[in-house]
């Protein structure tokens, strides 16, 4: 473990909780699961996950105190359970589960997408269920179980979107969760992070997919030479557009209206500055050229991004 | 000098170019100068640059065996003569020094468009000097000549686009430089440059800075929630986008053609991508995001990028 995460890998003197289960165990739920073992914030950790080969990956990293493929059967003992799988299945795991969860326990999630993941979850939570939806604001463009690492939510952002009047204690249990394990916690609407997270996450996501796929269409550029001079930019872009498909999908298609919203914005302004080249307008590419380098100082300040030239990686790759 | 650079800084048995004269101090040209100095490229390297603050720096660096404001009188005695300047400067550059170089000496450029660079140039050398235009596929975000490191071009391709016609000698002889700094080098011509550098990094470097702007511009969310939570995606686009402003509205203006042709793919494909968004077509959206891995993998197994999740960067700061 190194220096920079600040004896992170300390245990709490006590578990929050003490029977936690994380359904799904790709980077995310992965992620999560080695952090609370490492620092045994929970009396007892289970995890899940629909896939018998993942289960067993699972087993063989010791992921957890428990693994098992039976949710319903480890949900009705758990007193926080986590759902960390695509936001397209939600549903699904909520109706399988949701009977089974007992009065007083608290239900999460991981997704990317806060408002359709709600509706999809709570109609199958029984009273005295607390529903405190997280997002983590981390990840890495690797899948499954191998990819993740407990230090993933250092100094990264926990958004928690819980509905109205959703008990004050839950939501306090949850924060403190995501604080153990190393995030800064903001509370908003689920509304309101649908549209922050549609320009900060998924629009960049949806352009850096284009571009690539642009990029592979071309018949008077060869693939070849796309993949060699891919160091004047492209590969920036491949690192977002190699993410999880399936996670990705059900991005867009559950947090619909704030993309195709943020989508229009770009391309009106993406047009404009067409435009621009087209005229020959120099000052105007200048000013916009010129505009864009202070917020990349404000976020490298605010330690969400390294100062290190190319992300640091040109001491990484050299041959 | 750590181990990947594999005896990079070994100096040669003797020199390629009896005086070489480097026009620019910034990032690239800075970097060439650390690199010829490291590897006694040059019997003597000259290094000049227009701003009496970039000279100091030059100086102070130790950039070169001599630094000078006065162009034309170094090109005189020079025998390679390499202009690192925002493509916008290149005729200004050649009108100044043309007339003062010696026949048999060899010019050549930095520049990230070619075909509107030659033209800027070529009427202005004397017969008997050869144009031989360049392309270093490589940079960090950050200019000038305190930005530079002699093992920026280790492993990355330069691109040469001689006119038909240029002396075969000069031409080795500007391959030769380029191996020397650690690149591998292709020929090709200078319209064809133009389109692939359009794809690989003209139009990624304008969707980057557009969608930095578009985040910038919003009413409904802060710039400080987009700080915060940029490291859903966001922040990978703010590094190309904090690159020199001169020198990317220069490339915009002078390639215009090719950009133009490949953003309007880009657009196309962009609109034909929110079409499938809108029309809940997850299938289409799981092909493209699927196929688009695959680009990834090969640029990272020809040495063009670290297979490092998150560019390796994760480890670089946290706090």
Not at 42 to 50: F, K
Not at 65 to 93: H, K, Q, R, W
Not at 198 to 204: D, E, G, Q, R
């Amino acid at each position: 473990m190194s220096a920079v995460t600040n004896g992170f890998e300390q245990q709490l003197s006590e578990p929050l909780f003490d029977r936690v289960l994380i359904i799904g165990m790709g980077l995310i739920g992965s992620s999560i699961a080695r952090a609370v073992m490492m620092k045994r914030i929970a009396g007892t950790l289970i995890a899940c996950d629909a896939s018998e080969q993942v289960l067993d990956r699972g087993r063989a990293l010791n992921i957890a105190d428990e693994v098992t493929g039976d949710a319903a059967t480890a949900a009705a003992s758990a007193d926080l359970i986590i759902f960390a799988v695509p936001v397209g299945a939600n549903a699904g795991v909520a109706r399988l589960v949701g009977p089974h969860v007992k009065p007083g326990a608290i239900v999460s999630d991981t997704g990317s997408v806060k408002a359709q993941v709600i509706a999809a979850i709570a109609p199958h939570l029984p009273t005295g269920v607390a529903l405190v939806p997280a997002h983590p604001v981390a990840g890495t463009e690797y899948s499954g179980p191998d990819a993740g690492f407990a230090t993933l939510f250092i100094n990264r952002w926990c958004i928690l979107t819980p509905p109205d009047g959703t008990d004050k204690t839950a939501i306090a249990k949850v924060q403190g969760f995501w604080e153990a394990l190393g995030s800064n916690v903001e509370i908003m609407s689920a509304e309101h992070h649908d549209l922050v997270l549609a320009i900060t996450s998924h629009v960049p996501h949806l352009i850096a997919y284009n571009i690539v796929g642009t990029a592979d269409d071309l018949e008077a550029v060869t693939q070849s030479e796309v993949i060699k001079f891919s160091a004047g930019g492209f590969r920036d872009f491949t690192r977002i557009a190699a993410s999880d498909p399936t996670m990705w999908r059900d991005v867009f298609l559950h947090n619909k209206t704030a993309v195709l919203e943020m989508l229009g914005r770009f391309t009106e302004d993406l047009i404009a500055l067409q435009r621009k080249i087209r005229h020959g307008d120099g000052e105007g590419l200048f000013d916009l050229f010129t505009r864009t380098r202070a917020i990349r100082r404000s976020i490298i300040e605010q330690g969400q991004e390294t100062a290190a030239p190319d992300f640091g990686r040109s001491k990484s790759h050299q041959k």
